[in-house]
Nanobody, 116 residues
Framework: QVQLVESGGGLVQPGGSLRLSCVASGTISNINAMGWFRQAPGKERELVAFKISGGSTNYADFVKGRFTISRDNAENAVYLQMNSLKPEDTAVYFC??????????WGQGTQVTVSS
């Protein structure tokens, strides 16, 4: 099992920035990829950004140029730097990890609210 713990959410004004963190623990060997999804009220969960170990990085079109995903393999962590935040970015942000290319794990989520 892999446990994921997110942190860094909160309330920010439009145009502001937040940095989300996610740390993995447990059976962390062979984690192939880590990334972020989000879910707004009444909407389906959607991909924000994902980073494959030693490989490509994928971003949703609506965050390109504003959000940056990074990984720290030594700390088994993934980060999401969010800049130029908009009210429509308001959602619960979930960390996801893929292990052995087949097992998917989720964190509990962290609330991000963008409002003046």
């Amino acid at each position: 099992q892999v446990q994921l713990v997110e942190s860094g959410g909160g309330l920010v004004q439009p145009g502001g920035s937040l940095r989300l963190s996610c740390v993995a623990s447990g059976t962390i060997s062979n984690i192939n990829a880590m990334g972020w999804f989000r879910q707004a009220p009444g909407k389906e969960r959607e991909l924000v950004a994902f980073k494959i170990s030693g490989g490509s990085t994928n971003y949703a079109d609506f965050v390109k140029g504003r959000f940056t995903i990074s990984r720290d393999n030594a700390e088994n962590a993934v980060y999401l730097q969010m800049n130029s935040l908009k009210p429509e970015d308001t959602a619960v942000y979930f960390c996801n990890a893929i292990r052995l290319s087949r097992y998917s794990y989720w964190g509990q989520g962290t609330q991000v609210t963008v409002s003046s």
